[in-house]
């Protein structure tokens, strides 16, 4: 290696120096590395964070020890080149020789390793000194800062976000006892162990910030989402039968007013028309009240938390009271229609009394009688519809036969 050769690696080891040198410094005034490195001595890493620190730590003192090691061979490599004359001799090269040693051979002394008694003969010795390249130094401290480094953002990053995480999680946890207290509905024992967890992990965040961490995101996390899962999904179940409740009650009052109705075209019905009605009659008021009384029970169940028999209540009620509304509502309409009847036979009568007028057959004697039966029937209370019926038709054939023999 000539002299330029040496000169551009020398260059090239104090930039490496510099950045190693302000990288360690870097790390080392971390709050976090300072409080890993000075822990009280009432509190001892545990858990995954003492199995990750622990060598971590290690690893950075091994690390200052080797950064010292490579400062001083490259410090003696840079002595060295100052005193390689100008002009090279047999000597300046045997300098150069030895510069290149030191940077590129095996020159760094780790020390006195400890050889294992299985890997030893008879005439081995227990320990043996431990030489290595700068270069392959700085691979071994690069690894080793690597996983200092991680450690320690690690413990950094779990510190501030659990301090966060500890304290969403209290709110929400007491925003879900409230809301199951407004549900009426009792929390789970998963959420009170999550309760208790939380208290244990703020105790344990100094020792193990990891642990904790982990244990959090595995343990806590699902409950709280499966806890406001479930409430949510009561409250919206509570909020669909409290819905269909009120909407039972609209039903009701429906029910009630076109029974009323039905009530008066029944009564009319009954005193206008001798048939016998064919629908269903009017509820009774004891119908209408157990109607009442079930959907009140149904109410105070739902009151109690009792929702899917609330459901199941509410279901069966709808049927029923379904029921009673169609059949109403047919009967009522039977009935109009049936009433309606009787006074458009009046109108239609009165029609056909014109008509034969018109043709000169009012006199006639079998539409005279006819025509005074079916006023008879059709102006007296209650008529006889089917009667009236026939008279009526009877009329309109009679009376269509004569303009034909005309």
Known sequence: ????????????????????????????????????????????????????????????????????????TIDRAVILRKQVPKFLSSSAESQLREIEYLLTGNS???????????????????????AIAPAKLLEVMTAAFQVAKDVVVAVETAQSHLAAQLTRSQTEMRSLQTLADSLGVRTSNELAVAQQKLLDFGDRIICDPLGVSDEFEREIEPIIIRARQYLEEIARQKASVKQELSQAHQLLQNLIHLNQQHQTIFAEYQEKITETATRSQPLTNEQIEALNQWLARLEIKFKEGILQPVKIGLHNWHIRTQEYLSAQQQACTDNQTALEMRQELRGRLQALQAKALAKGMAENEQLSQIAQQAKDLLYTRPTPLEQAIQLVSEYEKVLNRSFKSI
Do not use: C
């Open 108 to 130: 760094i002394q780790l020390g006195e390793q400890q050889i294992p008694l299985a890997q030893r003969n008879l005439l081995s010795a227990a320990q043996t000194q431990s």
């Open 1 to 72: 290696m000539n002299v330029e050769q040496i000169d551009r690696l020398l260059a090239q080891w104090k930039q490496n120096l510099d950045r190693i040198s302000q990288n360690l410094i870097d790390l080392h005034g971390l709050p976090t590395y300072q409080q890993l490195t000075a822990m009280p001595s009432d509190v001892e890493l545990t858990g995954k964070t003492k199995a990750k620190v622990v060598p971590a730590l290690s690893a950075m003192n091994d690390l200052f020890q080797n950064f010292d090691l490579l400062v001083k």
